[in-house]
């Protein structure tokens, strides 16, 4: 990703106010120091990490590192994360309750303005389904999760609309 190729769409998608979106499938850690360089080196390029940077709640040190250093990357003000897929990164079955503590690291180093929900659709419709997807985070909410009504609605919408503005078709109703 850091290479000359790389470094040039980086530059060329802030140019164009086009997000990146960094998909970690094989760990966040695999990438992380190529992530930080071109947030480093780029920081008019909005990047996106999916799925909770698929840090699952760290039950050792290697998985502690890793959500320290997606943890980290709230310094960069461009970086958002993406909350979604979260039966790829919970140990539990729906409503994976342990990404409780994730989504509250989450909303207290990134702030609510910088994540936003997503489903994995279509894969989440033989997890939990969709619309159970959709209703967890409101659920986590009512659970403890310490999350204001505007905070909900950063994360489950106003979060997209503002990275991809005039994406959004105006309500019917």
């Not at 659970?143 to 994406?167: N, Q, R, V, Y």
Request: neutral net charge; hydrophobic residues 40%; charged residues 20%.
């Amino acid at each position: 990703m850091t290479n000359e190729i790389g470094k040039a769409m980086f530059a060329k998608s802030g140019e164009l106010g086009v997000p990146i979106g960094f998909m970690c499938f094989k760990g966040l850690l695999l990438h992380i120091a190529d992530i930080e360089e071109l947030c480093t080196q780029f920081p008019s390029t909005t990047v996106i990490i999916d799925h909770f940077g698929f840090c699952k709640p760290p039950l050792n040190e290697l998985e502690n590192e890793a959500w320290s250093r997606l943890l980290g990357l709230s310094k960069f003000p461009q970086v958002y994360v993406k909350v979604s897929a979260s039966f790829r990164v919970s140990r539990k079955p729906y409503p994976y309750a342990d990404i409780s503590n994730l989504l509250s690291d989450l909303i207290s180093t990134f702030g609510a303005k910088r994540l936003m929900w997503g489903s994995d659709f279509p894969f989440v419709v033989k997890e939990c389904g969709y619309k159970k997807a959709k209703d967890q985070i409101t659920y986590l909410s009512s659970t403890g999760l310490p999350l204001s009504t505007e905070d909900l609605e950063w994360i489950m919408g106003k979060t997209a609309m503002h990275l991809f503005p005039g994406a959004w078709a105006p309500s019917s109703n």
